[in-house]
Each structure stands twice: as C-alpha cells, then as structure tokens.
C-alpha cells in the first residue's frame, strides 16, 4: 500500500513539473483562431492547388492518356479539397482542417453555381449577336432560300410578335386570377385556406409540358391551334408562381394597418384595394415581373398549342403563331447551318427579353424592401405603424384622409 | 358639453354596431373564394382531362401501357408504352440530383454564412448572388438545352469515355455503342444545373430560419464555422432541405426541352448512363408530339397523365415537408 502511494505522488509530482514545464508555451501555441487566414496560408492553398494540378496532369495526361477539360476539373475538385484537408491537418489541428476544408467547399460550390450562368451568357451573345441585324428583326421565314443568288435567311419577327401577344394575354388571364387566389388564402380565409395553398404549392410544381397537354385536351381539340391556346396554357403555368410570390408579399403587411382600417370602419375590400395592396405594391411587382420572366421562356407547353408558324400571324385567336423559344427549338434541330443560326437568333432575343423583365422585376422589388413596405405606403395612404416624431404630422393628414374620403362615400351613397 | 359636440358633428346619439357584411363585401369575399376554389378546378380539371382524352391509349394497352418498352402507335398492331420513359425519367432526375445538391447546398451555405454584405464595401456581394441565382431560375430550357448541345457535350464525351475504360465494369458506365453523344449523363447533368436555382434558393430560405439564439451560443463556445453549420444550421434545416430537394426532383422529372434537344430517343429500358440513347416522360411527349396520329395523341396526353401524377404527389410530399420544417424553425 506504501509503495502504490508513494507512487502515485511521484507520478503526480512528474504530472506538476511537466505542467510547469508546458504551461507558458501551450499559451502561445493555443493562440491559433480557426478562422484566421495569414499571408503563409495563401501559399499553402495555391501550392496546394499547383500541387493538386500537378499530380492530376500526371495520372490524366502521362497514364491514363485522355483528353476532356470537363473531367480534368471534376478530378481536380476531390483531389484539391483532400490533399488541402491534409495539408491543414498536418500543419495545423484537425478542427482547423475541417474548418477549412468546409469554407474551401462551400466558396467552390458557390463559384461552380455561377459559372453555368456566366458561360450560357457567354455563349449566347458569342452566337446570336453576330446575325443580329435589322433585316432578322424585321423579316419573318416566309419565302426563305438558301441557296441561288439571293439567299434570304429569314428573320424572328412573326415569333417576336407571337411571344409579346401570348405572353401579354396569359399576364392578363393569370396575373388577376393570382393575386385574388392570394388575397384568398392571405385576406379573406375561410374553410379551403389551407386546401388552397397546398394545391397552388403543388400546381406551381406541375411539369410545364402538362400544361401544354391540358390545354391541348381541353381547348385545342375543340377550337384549333391557336396563339390564345398557348396563352392559357402559360396562364396556368402563371397562377401558382404569382399566387405564391404575392402571398409571401402580403404576409409581410403589417397587421396593425388591416386593424387601423376597419377601426375606421372600412370595408374588407378597401382595406385590401387601398391598405394591404398598396402596401405591397413592390414586392406585388416583383413577383408578377418574375413571373412573366419565366413564362416568356417556357417552350415545351408551346409545342402543343400554337404549333409553330412560318409567316406572320398577328391575330393571337385564329391559327397558328410562333414564339421565339418554340421557333429556336425548331431551328437547332435542322440539318442547315444557316437555319440554326436563326435559332441562335431567336434564343438572344429571348434571352434579352428575359433579361430586360428580369431586370426591371429587381428594380422595382429588391434593395427598396426594407423601405418599400412604408415608403409606398406613405405615397398612398400616408399612414405608418408605431408612428415616430417624424412622421407625426403625415401620420395626421394620412389619417383624415382616409376618414375624409370614407365620409365622402358614405354622403354618395 | 359632450352632446354639443355630439350634435356639431351630425351623428346620432344612438350608433348601431352591425357585423354583418355589406353587399360590397360579400362580393369581394366571393370574388376572392371563387379565385380560389378556381385552382382547386384547374388541378381537377387536369387530371379530368387528361384521363379523358387517353383513353383510347389505355383501350388500346390496358395496363401493358406502364410495361411496354416500344412506342409505335400506327399500323394494324399498335404497341406502346412508358416503362423505358418512365426509367429514363427517373435515371435523368437521380442523375440531376447528384449534380445538383452539394452545389446547392454548398451555394445557400456560401449566401447565408460565408459572402460578406458588401465586396469591397460598394459591391452589395449577398444580394448580386441572390439575384443571380434568380435569373438562373428564369432563364428558359430552351437556352440551357442549347448550351447543353453545343457547349457542354463535346466536353462531355471526353469524361464519358474515360468513366466508360475505367469504371465500366460497374455496369452503370458501360458503352456498348461507342457513341458518347446523346446519353443520360449529358441530359442529367444539363437537368440538374437548371435545378440548382430553385433548390439554393430553398435551402438558403431555410438556412436562414436557423435561429439566432443558438447560433451566437455556439460561436461563444468557440465555434468554428464547420461545427456551426454542422451542430446548428444544418439541424434545424433538415426538413426543409429534404422538402427542396424533392421539390427539386419533381422539376427534374419534369423538364422536356431540354432533354429533348440532347437525347436522342430509344425504347428499350438502359441503364447505360454513358452511351447514346435514352427516354424520358417529358421529352418523349415533345419529341413525338405531331406523328402517330390520334392514337398516338392519346398515348402521349397518357403519358402527360402519368407525369401529372407522379410529380403531384411528390411536390404535395414535399411543400408539406418545406411547411412542416419552417414552423419548426419559428
């Protein structure tokens, strides 16, 4: 029994002196910060990059014999991120290896994301812009020759037409129809609120092409093909993504202004067309604008209602139309260069067009939101929640505004 | 001195309070239950109608229609089927997916955790990501197909052919044809970048719920950013992550052109992802679309109803899953 203890206060006393003797400098190695990133650890991640490279271009060129950019860089990504975990790992803990390892991930897969956006970008303006000119803008395919003296490669301008008019009918069949779905589920309630919602959530994932099908069985079999039967089939594509987007919108809307406009004994449907909407309005604009973004491009339903069209059609309710994502999908499966070209045409114009819309949505919605909401709000009703000093006296005149017009109603009535 | 003002203003002493709805209202309230109920109409009206107009399809195969593994819909015997499209579909869709979601989730982790507000304190950094991950969900098929076709399959074929030597024993990534054009790799992989959009943006939505409480008590602990997205962010947003990923997938299943334009249709049932040839519910119904005549029609507006179905369920699956992760959060 002697001997254990005597032991065990050895080995304690060895435990001490070594504590003593580790202590000041496990104060200076522990100052390592997980997140800290100094000049020497740039070199580390670019030698482990040239390294990585290298021992790829090794196996890839000199033993397995074999060309691909594309499968170079899918190799390339696992064998950076596993020799930079190493590297960490033996230069540093192991947390921050991981550490790193994960932010390496994370910023790559948010560069790989991008990079898709940038190329397409790239390869449409690289192909489309060179054949765009005047004549492609403003000649249709009627009477197209490509060979013999006068070559006439025709033009977009029937599909140009096509898509303004169908996409314009289906936002004023759609659009309407979406934001009274939203007021629904958001304003009025009732029984079928939550049916409601899951359906237009499901509906909004439904394939485009049964769109066009439904159309089909529905319309075209009946009437004909038509530009307005590619109009219903987008306005179905339409509903759920606005429904949705507006609903989040009107979500956001303070529920102290709904409170104040009944207090003035407003109706529910003033306080929706002159409170809650206006309130939206941006975000209102945004979503709509999003929508008919997605909806100009929409091919697929397309191909089963307004079939295609040669010649110009400018009457959207008889015979077949063209647009110009249907008339690029057409061209790029023809045999003749020059024809595919036209594809190429069309598809810029597209992209341009979805840009333009895509643009203006952002515009009108983003970077104003935070604001937006009260800014607009003071535009038309002139009334803000938990009023400050500053916009007391708006606050006054927004009020009896309200009141005053409300009184106004009642004397005509 | 009350009833004075009382009379200055010309209002009765007596107010009656009514609840009862003006005519006014009811109208509004009808008009917005009728927008309504309208969508609840449109959905069964799909399904109405599409069944509606496939049954001479299903006349014609009975139940052979999901087993069949040709498609030639004239002629004094005809014969088709989904089995191949529907294989095809779901083999696109996984092969999406695969594509898709470390990309997403490492894009919504990069948005909500990594990329600081401003570059170079004028660049708005978070919010040119958001936007671009927007237009990517608004630029059209078509465009992707193109790029598809022309840009990303003779890269493509390259890698096809060395997964093909290499890994071709698996059986998965065998090419029998020589071919490397046209196959379900190139179409996946096209499939899964369009989808990347819609889930980032899901997953950011969710990752973004992740309450702060929590989050600042593990940073205080000492925290690396891997533990905090491991022990908190990725906790909570479960649910939701597995919601966009199937809302994801019933996308993928669903994408025609641009599957249209870089597969090249065939009907036997492959799981040959590497080589020429494959089939999908939705390319399938735009590429046929126009011959075989109304027989064929039918045959395709059934397989229209099939993909109506399957994506439903999903997409009705998953919205609950997103609904069900968000209240948790909050």
New interface residues.
Partial sequence: MAETIEQLEQEEACLEADAESEAPEQIKINRIRPREFKPSDVAVLLLTLASSFSILWIVFSQLTLLNGALGFVVLWIPLFLGLYWFVNRQLFTRQVAIDRLISSVVTLGAGIMMLPLVLLTIFVFERGLPLLSWHALTSTQQGVTFTGKHTNLGGVEHAIVGTLEQVAIAAVIGIPAAILTAIFINEVGGRFTKSVRVIVTAMSGTPAIVAGVFIYSIWVTRFSYSGFAGSLALAVILLPTVTRGTEEVLKIVHNDLREASIALAAPQWRTVWSVVLPTARSGLITSTMLGIAVSIGETAPLIMTIFGNQVMNANPFSGPQMALSLLAYKQIKLPIQSQIDLGYTAALVLFIMVFAVFVLARLFGSGRRSSGARRSLLSFVRWTPGSSLEDEAADQGGVEGLQKSLEKEELDQ | MVTQTVEQFGIPEKVQIKSK??F??R???G???S??????V??V??GL??L??SVPAFRSQGLHFLTNTVWQPTGKHPKFGVASALTGSLLIAVIALIVAI??????A???N???PAKLMSFIPFK?F???????????????????G????QP?????E??LS??LGGFGVFKNTTGIYTSSFLIAGTIVG?MC?PII?SLCREVFSLTPNGEREGVMSLGA????I?RDVVFPFAKGGVIGAIM?GL??A?????AV??IISLSFPITFHVAQAGGNSI?AL??IQ?GSGGSLGTSA??AA?LV??II??L???V???IVNASKLGAR
């Fill in positions: 709805l003006s006014e209202d109208a509004f309230r008009l917005a239950k927008a309504g109920i309208g969508t609840f449109i959905l009206l799909i109608f599409l509606i107009e470390p990309v997403s989730l490492a894009c982790l990069f948005i955790e990594f990329a919010n990501l958001t936007a671009a991950v927007d237009l990517m969900a608004a630029v059209p098929s078509i465009i992707y197909g193109m790029w076709f022309f840009v990303l890269h493509m074929t390259g890698f052919k060395w030597d290499y970048i990347m980032t690396s950013r891997a533990r997205i809302l019933g996308r299943l669903g994408e025609a052109i249209a334009i939705a119904i735009a679309w395709l507006l229209g993909l109506f994506t439903l999903i997409n009705m998953a919205s609950r």
